[in-house]
């Protein structure tokens, strides 16, 4: 989904430009898919699953920004992504279709300046403008920063999936469930 560029100000005062990622981004879009998955262990992913290619990453984002039913998001500060967030429908069927899932990181530069709020809020209100009425999301039982933001920002916690990701180390965890209503 194509929206307007939203200029959010950070608790130590520079501007974030919170807009569509664009192909434009795509080259920073991996380095950061590495080293945001390097900085915590609370993303699906390892930096060594990291894998796109240029060309795949920028089909991708021409893909997302194309798509009416989701949104793709980059916060830029200082002319650099500094993070991103997204949300897709969970499917087509009508018992679900209100459904859309989010799912965000920054760069632990980045945490703690607002910027989280201020992402999920539009993200909120591009949702919404969608036609979806509920966010979901999960959240990994041990990242308590990231479920108190997402209760600053209006979600509940709904449930728990028992030992729902299995870490290198051999580690289970479990995922916090959380909705916001619309």
């Known amino acids: 989904m194509r929206f307007a560029k939203k200029e959010v100000m950070m608790t130590d005062g520079r501007k974030c430009i919170l807009q569509p990622t664009g192909p434009e981004v795509a080259a920073e879009m991996i380095e950061y898919m590495k080293q945001t998955a390097d900085e915590t262990p609370y993303l699906l992913r390892y930096p060594d699953e990291v894998t796109y290619t240029l060309?795949?990453?920028k089909e991708i984002l021409v893909k997302m920004l194309d798509d009416p039913d989701s949104v793709m998001m980059v916060a830029i500060v200082?002319?650099?992504v500094a993070g991103n967030c997204s949300v897709s429908g969970i499917g087509m069927k009508r018992k679900i279709r209100h459904r859309c899932s989010m799912a965000i990181?920054?760069?632990r530069a980045y945490w703690n300046l607002g910027i989280g709020t201020a992402m999920i809020d539009y993200l909120a209100e591009l949702a919404k403008q969608i036609g979806f009425e509920q966010m979901d999301l999960e959240v990994v039982a041990e990242n308590t920063q990231a479920q108190a933001l997402?209760?600053?920002?209006?979600f509940t916690e709904s449930g728990r999936r028992h030992h729902a990701l299995r870490f290198d180390d051999g580690s289970c965890h479990d995922e916090i469930l959380m909705y916001k209503e619309l």
């Open 105 to 107: 990181a920054l760069y």
């Open 78 to 80: 200082d002319g650099k």
């Open 55 to 57: 060309e795949s990453e």
């Open 150 to 154: 997402y209760r600053k920002c209006g």
